[in-house]
């Protein structure tokens, strides 16, 4: 199985793009889903993550202005950026994880990244 994201693109500053990630096959168990960047020369970092329960973690770089969303049903994910900036650029990667309650990892589905380049 994997993970097919989508929505990237060219944006101006000030502006929207919304990012959606979908398995190409079944996946069973999955406890949280997250979005991951990795912006020219830096370590990939996590932009926001979303547990089965729909409990919801950001970074602080994207408070206020990101907003994940999940849809259990269909396992899709999606990421609302507004007002984005210049800084925001990367390549976004969608993951699902299956982990046990004390936080073990089962097992990830990592999604190929979708570029979002914000001009200045």
């Known amino acids: 199985v994997q993970l097919q994201a989508s929505g990237g693109g060219l944006v101006q500053a000030g502006g929207s793009l919304s990012l959606s990630c979908a398995p190409s096959?079944?996946?069973?168990?999955?406890?949280?889903m997250g979005w991951y960047r990795r912006g020219p020369g830096k370590q990939r970092e996590l932009v926001a993550v979303i547990s089965s329960g729909g409990i919801t973690n950001y970074a602080d770089s994207v408070k206020g202005r990101f907003t994940i969303s999940r849809d259990n049903a269909k396992n899709t994910l999606h990421l609302q950026m507004n007002s984005l900036k210049p800084e925001d650029t990367a390549v976004y990667y969608c993951?699902?994880?299956?982990?046990?309650?004390?936080?073990?990892?089962?097992?990830?589905?990592w999604g190929q990244g979708t570029l979002v380049t914000v001009s200045s």
């Open positions: 096959g079944s996946v069973f168990s999955i406890t949280a």
């Open positions: 993951n699902f994880r299956s982990a046990t309650p004390r936080g073990v990892i089962l097992f990830d589905y």
